[in-house]
């Protein structure tokens, strides 16, 4: 049988809520975040932020299809440096400052 921990998402919330608000409860690396989004824009992407996920899409794409040359190469520079947490971003952003 599953079991089911249950807890207050927050104890007090700040700034306004109204009826169109979006309360938003995720957590990342071990760590309970709340965010609020009060009116989001609901219209179509502008050209530049389509040129921004194409561009991203392309770096993850080039990641995706590494070998194990590059990998190594990738992980290498992934130790000596202390920005990036994750072997995947590091990768991801070396790829995207190609572009």
């Known amino acids: 049988m599953s079991k ?3 807890e207050a998402p927050f104890t007090s919330f700040r700034g ?3 009826k169109h608000t979006q309360i938003i409860y995720k957590e990342m690396y ?3 975040f709340t965010s609020q989004v009060c009116n989001p824009y609901t219209g179509d992407p502008t050209a530049n932020q389509t ?3 194409t561009k991203m899409a392309t770096a993850v794409a ?5 070998d194990a040359t ?3 190469t990738y992980m290498a520079a992934f130790k000596k440096q202390s920005k990036y947490k994750t072997f995947r971003g590091y990768a991801i952003a070396q790829e995207y400052a190609k572009l």
């Open 70 to 72: 590059a990998k190594a």
């Open 62 to 66: 080039a990641v995706n299809a590494l």
């Open 51 to 53: 040129a921004q996920r």
């Open 4 to 6: 089911i921990k249950l």
């Open 30 to 32: 071990g760590t309970k």
């Open 16 to 18: 306004k809520i109204c």
